[in-house]
Structures are given as C-alpha cells and as structure tokens.
C-alpha cells in the first residue's frame, strides 16, 4: 500500500513559480514509477509528467516540456514537480500517482495510487 499527499498548491500571477511536493507513506516507494496528472473543470485528467522508479528518465506533456521539471528523492519517500513559467491554462488540481512498470505512463487508467490533489491557480 502507498498513501500520497499532494502540497505546494496556491494561487499565482502569470510567469511565476510554484514547487508541489509528494510525500508518499510505504516502504515500497522507491519501486515505483511516479506522475503528475491535472484536471481542469470540465475537462479529462491530463499527463503532465512522469519518472521512473530509479529517476533515470523522465518525459512530460508537449504543454510543460521546458517549464516543469519532475523529480524524486527516494530517500525521502517524496515526488515533486517544480513549475516555472506558469501560465493561466497550467490552472487544474494537480495529482500526484504511483504505478508499477514504465510502460503506458501516460494514461492515468494505469496507476495503481493516487493523492486527494492540490489546487493550482495561475491569473492573468
């Protein structure tokens, strides 16, 4: 079993930063591929980013490639997701999830664990 909680969430201008953070409980985190999901009202759970249990590789949406950056500290059981650049459409409650395997990491149907979410809201 895994329990994820999401923070870092909140509201900022367009062109700013925010840094969401994963803490994850288990002993059995490092094994884990992790990702980044967002849904804005309205719309369909969207991949943002994932990493792969050793952090060895990485890939994000075409949206937040070169503004997001995923990484892991398996040391600390924790995820993050650092956001830079932030525009009004990066708004959505953001996920962090926990899945076995690399393969098909980008479909949401594939992960095993996920956190209660946390509000991102960027102005314009």
């Known amino acids: 079993q895994v329990q994820l909680v999401e923070s870092g969430g909140g509201l900022v201008q367009a062109g700013g930063s925010l840094r969401l953070s994963c803490a994850a409980s288990g002993r059995t985190f490092s094994t884990y591929a992790m990702g980044w999901f967002r849904q804005a009202p309205g719309k369909e759970r969207e991949f943002v980013a994932a990493?792969?249990?050793?952090?060895?590789?990485?890939d994000y949406s075409g949206s937040v490639k070169g503004r997001f950056t995923i990484s892991r500290d398996n040391a600390k059981n924790t995820v993050y997701l650092q956001m830079n650049t932030l525009k009004p459409e990066d708004t959505a409650v953001y996920y962090c999830?926990?899945?076995?395997?690399?393969?098909?990491?980008?479909?949401?149907?594939?992960?095993?664990?996920w956190g209660q979410g946390t509000q991102v809201t960027v102005s314009s």
């Open positions: 990493i792969r249990w050793s952090g060895g590789n990485t």
């Open positions: 999830a926990a899945k076995d395997g690399w393969s098909d990491y980008a479909h949401y149907r594939g992960y095993k664990y």
